[in-house]
């Protein structure tokens, strides 16, 4: 089963932090965020966590926060979308043959999960992965995704080093790393435009 439930409390730190999040900001989605996307999506984008004012308040990937502006944008222009930025988990943006999600589902305090909720959390991105097709492309963006992305695929961390660009075999598609598409990254041009762009050009190109 894919389907992530939203009441879910396995880990400890994170469902504590998330009432205390509810309190302060009632009008935030602030419980674990689901997928966007078909599960059937030969296009399958993972990033790390909601962020605070993004997905954890609209309860969509990646919508409200800046990381997702460049994202959004670049998923239109190379057709996996059909506007190109999200503004709210009721718009009419709909995604084609794209799914987005995170290799942890829940807000982390300060947007920094530990190893035992990236553990724990790697069921629901397990099942999200053995959902997909056959020749599917999985895009992580950043090391933390790359390396969930590997556990929940069953393979070896050694075999799989994370590097932008990089392009890794899987048993039934292929992996592509990414630099996060952070604020951070962007603004130190650690990750350009033209960089983010590259790897979905190459993901079309795979998808077809």
């Known amino acids: 089963m894919t389907s992530l439930s939203t009441d879910c409390t396995r880990c400890e730190r994170?469902?504590?932090?998330?009432?205390d999040v509810r309190a302060d900001y009632p009008e935030y989605f602030a419980r674990p965020v689901p997928a966007f996307g078909d599960e059937a999506a030969r296009c399958c984008i993972v990033g790390l966590a909601p962020g605070m004012h993004g997905a954890n308040a609209s309860g969509r990937p990646f919508t409200g926060d800046h990381a997702g502006i460049l994202l959004y944008r670049t998923l239109h222009k190379y057709g996996f979308a059909t506007r190109p930025e999200s503004l709210s988990a009721d718009d009419?943006?709909?995604l084609l043959n794209c799914r987005i999600t995170n290799a942890v589902k829940c807000l982390p305090p300060q947007n920094k999960p530990v190893a035992s909720e990236i553990n724990t959390c790697n069921s629901w991105l397990s099942a999200e992965l053995k959902a997909l097709p056959d020749e599917h492309v999985v895009i992580a963006l950043g090391s933390i995704a790359h390396k969930a992305v590997i556990m929940g695929s069953g393979l070896k961390q050694a075999d799989y080093k994370f590097a932008h660009g990089a392009e890794h075999?899987?048993?039934r598609g292929v992996l592509i790393d990414s630099y996060h598409c952070s604020r951070y990254n962007t603004q130190t041009r650690r990750l350009t435009t033209e960089m983010f762009e590259a790897v979905f050009a190459r993901a079309r190109a795979l998808v077809g």
Do not use: Q, S
């Open 169 to 171: 075999r899987l048993e």
């Open 14 to 19: 994170l469902a504590g932090f998330l009432a």
């Open 92 to 94: 009419d943006l709909r």
